[in-house]
């Protein structure tokens, strides 16, 4: 059986692979020296319609899906995963919650400059105390003559500080629910809003061009329609689109191996040591051999997960398969690709060594790797104490 993707995506593939290539490697080095968001570039991929693809035409989307989103993430992963966290995060968190969760209203006022890529939107659940663990959420949201009134603070937000950073929808407790646990809802905060703070961006081990930043609310105040989908079901409905999320870094993974794969091909058709090229060694084709294996393997995993999305089907199990499979071996890849190059693959010059800082994220963001262990395990029915 083999699996090949539609005409459209590998028409896509080439796009983004070109932008990749021309507009986002050659300055990738740069970003990540100064930590500074290639702005520019950003809105770029908003001309390009790649914030917009998993949306419909009728809020201006490109009536595409998961496999096309996964398609221009790979891509971009290949070069730099600063880019591609932000495109991830831009449309996976911050604009695919309002588009699933909210009224017609909030569909006006916000989706049309986010899928355009003209605006970006972040999503706020992780706290200092509280992330996976739901019930230990300390942010608390009061509703106070017509408005949600919001105190609390949240960690490590992506695309919370940008220049165009337009919302934050945060996870707050609203109220206790009939057992009496805490009930979680989700309000949507605009930038600027009085009492809305982010703080200075983290100081992080890699992603150095990707925006992320603690956030705190003081008072914040927020007209009562800011309030996303039912009360008390904030957290669930998240959880309902994070499987989405795991397929998406799973690409991202994809990309990283790739990424590597290509640049030790070259760098040991090149590196010439002891009379000839470094890829004459069986040491050195093996590992690359098992770079090509380890993308293949990642690659079918995370499609056949996008496809079952795509297609309706249940895919919890596969996209957590996905994820745990092609995040850990992203970081192999990483540590792969840095010892072929030797001594230049510790040099932050070589986007192998970029890579190998960066990639360590993606086995802990949008669920670690033992949360994927988890559900896999049980949908394997095995006991759940």
């Given at each position: ?41 950003v809105l770029a991929m908003g001309e390009l319609g790649l914030f917009g693809i998993p949306f419909p035409a009728s809020v201006g989307g490109g009536d595409g899906n998961l496999t096309l989103l996964c398609v221009a993430i790979e891509e971009l992963a290949r070069v730099d995963q600063s880019v591609s966290i932000t495109l991830e ?22 989706l049309g400059d986010l899928v355009a890529g003209r605006a970006l939107a972040g999503f706020g659940l992780t706290e200092p105390d509280a992330g996976s663990d739901a019930g230990a959420t300390r942010t608390r949201a009061e509703l106070v003559d017509g408005h949600w009134v919001i105190n609390g603070e949240k960690s490590f937000i ?228």
């Amino acid at each position: 059986m083999t699996y090949e993707l539609s005409p459209d995506a590998e028409a896509l593939r080439k796009v983004v692979r070109d932008f990749a290539d021309n507009e986002v490697a050659p300055h990738a080095a740069a970003w990540d020296r100064d930590h500074a968001f290639p702005l520019d570039v950003v809105l770029a991929m908003g001309e390009l319609g790649l914030f917009g693809i998993p949306f419909p035409a009728s809020v201006g989307g490109g009536d595409g899906n998961l496999t096309l989103l996964c398609v221009a993430i790979e891509e971009l992963a290949r070069v730099d995963q600063s880019v591609s966290i932000t495109l991830e995060a831009g449309v996976g968190l911050g604009t695919n919650p309002i588009w699933r969760f909210g009224t017609p209203e909030q569909h006006e006022r916000w989706l049309g400059d986010l899928v355009a890529g003209r605006a970006l939107a972040g999503f706020g659940l992780t706290e200092p105390d509280a992330g996976s663990d739901a019930g230990a959420t300390r942010t608390r949201a009061e509703l106070v003559d017509g408005h949600w009134v919001i105190n609390g603070e949240k960690s490590f937000i992506t695309n919370s500080g940008t220049p165009i950073t337009s919302v934050v929808t945060v996870t707050a407790v609203t109220g206790t629910d009939d057992a009496g646990r805490p009930a979680i809802s989700t309000i949507v905060v605009p930038s600027g809003t009085p009492g809305f703070e982010v703080q200075p961006a983290y100081r992080k081990m890699g992603w150095h061009a990707s925006d992320t930043h603690g956030l705190t609310f003081t008072d914040c105040a927020v007209p009562a329609d800011h309030l996303l989908g039912a009360e008390g079901r904030g957290f669930a409905n998240f959880l309902s689109i994070l499987d989405e999320g795991r397929v998406a870094i799973a690409a991202m993974a994809v990309g990283v191996i790739q990424g590597c794969l290509e640049e030790c091909q070259r760098y040991a058709n090149e590196r010439v040591a002891f009379g000839r090229a470094i890829g004459a060694n069986q040491a050195i084709a093996f590992a690359i051999a098992d770079l090509a294996v380890s993308a293949e393997a990642a690659r079918l995993l995370t499609y056949r997960a996008a496809a079952l999305a795509d297609a309706g089907r249940p895919y919890k199990t596969e996209a957590a398969m996905a994820k745990l499979y092609a995040t850990e071996a992203a970081v192999s890849a990483t540590r792969t690709a840095t010892q072929v190059f030797g001594g230049s693959g510790y040099m932050d010059e070589t986007p192998v060594a970029r890579h190998y800082r960066d990639a360590k994220v993606l086995e802990i963001g949008e669920g670690t790797s033992e949360v994927q262990r988890l559900v896999i395990s049980r949908a394997l029915g095995l006991p759940v104490r």
